[in-house]
C-alpha cells in the first residue's frame, strides 16, 4: 500500500500493518488492513482518544472504516476507546467480556488513579462496548488477502491476554502487555506469574525466530529480546 505512515503519526511495519505508540503511557495500537477488513489492536484510554484513532485509520486507508477490533488484556489503556469504533466485531479472550462488564468501577478507578479525568472515564465506561466473540484457543480471521491469527496465549500479564499475530515476508506479532520495552513489565494484582513465562513461550512458538514482535508499550524487538524476558520473568518468579 502506498501510504505514507509516519504523516498520520504510524509505523509501518509491513505491507499493510503498522502501529502508533500513545501518548501518556505509550500504549500500542495496531492495525492490519486487509481488501475487505480492517482489524484495529487496542483502542486506547478514552473515548476521544480512540475518536482520533478512527480518524487517523480512515485517512491511512482512503475513507474505510474498522471493521474488526482485538483487546489485548482488559487494562484501561487499552479498551476505554472501544466505542468510538461503532458497527466493529469485537474480539476478546474468553471470559473478557464478564470481566469488564463486572469490572467497570475497577476500570474507571484505575484510569483516575494514572491521570484521566474522572468525567472523561466515566463516560469511557459507560459507553463500553465488551467482546461480541470469545477466543478460548485461536481463531483466524479473514481479512480479504489475508488472514490473520488471534491467540489466547495467557493468562501471564493478566488472565486474558489476546496476541495477534500476522503472517507474511515479515511475520509480526502484537503482544499486548505480555512484552514490555520501555519499562519492566507489570505485574499488577490481575497478573498471574508463575504462567507468565509459558506465555512468553507460547508467543514465541507461534511467531518463530524471525517475526517481529510488537510490545505493548515500547520499541519493537525480536525473538531474542522476547526470550531474554522471559527468563527474567521466570527468575523473578521463581518459575522453572
Known amino acids: 500500500m502506498d501510504v505514507d505512515w509516519e504523516e498520520y503519526g504510524w509505523e509501518r511495519l509491513a505491507d499493510g500493518v503498522g502501529r502508533r505508540r500513545l501518548p501518556g503511557w505509550d500504549a500500542t495500537v495496531g492495525v492490519v488492513i486487509g481488501r475487505d477488513a480492517v482489524l484495529l489492536y487496542d483502542t486506547g484510554s478514552t473515548l476521544a482518544e480512540g475518536a482520533k484513532l478512527r480518524a487517523q485509520v480512515e485517512a491511512l486507508t482512503g475513507g474505510r472504516r474498522v471493521t474488526h477490533i482485538a483487546l489485548s488484556h482488559p487494562h484501561f489503556d487499552h479498551v476505554l476507546g472501544t466505542a468510538a469504533f461503532p458497527g466493529a466485531e469485537v ?103 508463575s504462567r507468565w513465562p509459558d506465555a512468553l513461550d507460547r508467543l514465541l512458538a507461534l511467531g518463530g525466530e524471525a517475526a517481529v514482535y510488537v510490545p505493548g508499550h515500547g520499541a519493537v524487538v525480536d525473538a531474542a529480546f522476547v526470550r531474554r524476558q522471559r527468563d527474567e520473568l521466570a527468575r523473578r518468579f521463581s518459575v522453572a
Do not use: K, M, Y
Open 91 to 193: 474480539f476478546g479472550a474468553v471470559g473478557l467480556d464478564t470481566l469488564l462488564r463486572r469490572e467497570g468501577a475497577a476500570l474507571h478507578g484505575d484510569a483516575v488513579r494514572q491521570g484521566v479525568d474522572a468525567f472523561v472515564a466515566a463516560a469511557a465506561v459507560e459507553a463500553l462496548v465488551t467482546p461480541g466473540h470469545s477466543v478460548s484457543g485461536e481463531w483466524t480471521l479473514d481479512l480479504g488477502g489475508r488472514q490473520v491469527l488471534l491467540a489466547n496465549v495467557g493468562p501471564g500479564h493478566t488472565a486474558h491476554d489476546l496476541a495477534l499475530c500476522v503472517p507474511g515476508s515479515t511475520e509480526v506479532v502484537f503482544c499486548g502487555d505480555l512484552v514490555e520495552e520501555s519499562g519492566e513489565p507489570q505485574a499488577g494484582p490481575d497478573a498471574i506469574p
